[in-house]
């Protein structure tokens, strides 16, 4: 069976940077620098993402051990507004869902310039 620290090892032999949760069952693999509050910009660097890395996507997401895997775009939460509403570009939908990749948008309260941690 795949674990998590094994499953990383292999990213970053891909050439990507790979990090492993403290619950040792997920790993994180940075994919965008883009801006939480603008998210568009993020939508923009998965797709190029998922084409560019298409193949190991599909490849680990084909495996047995491997319980799903998720584009998570953090975005900022601003207190002032009552709703807020981002939406993902069909053309993303379409590369992640071909792919068996879910998404998923993250909302996080900013205070000042700094980002919690992720």
Not at 37 to 52: I, R
Request: no cysteine; proline share 5%.
């Amino acid at each position: 069976m795949l674990d998590a620290v094994s499953l990383a090892a292999i990213l970053t032999d891909a050439g990507l940077k790979a990090f492993v949760h403290r619950s040792q069952h997920q790993v994180t693999v940075p994919i965008s620098e883009g801006s939480w509050s603008e998210p568009m910009g993020q939508f923009s660097d998965a797709e190029s993402f998922l084409v560019d890395r298409g193949a190991l996507v599909r490849e680990v997401a084909g495996r047995p051990d491997v319980e799903g895997l998720t584009l998570d775009f953090p975005t900022e939460r601003k207190s002032e507004a009552s709703a807020q509403f981002f939406r993902f570009p069909a053309s993303l939908v379409s590369k992640a869902g071909a792919l068996g990749v879910g998404l998923e948008l993250s909302s996080y309260e900013v205070t000042g310039h700094e980002r919690p941690a992720v």
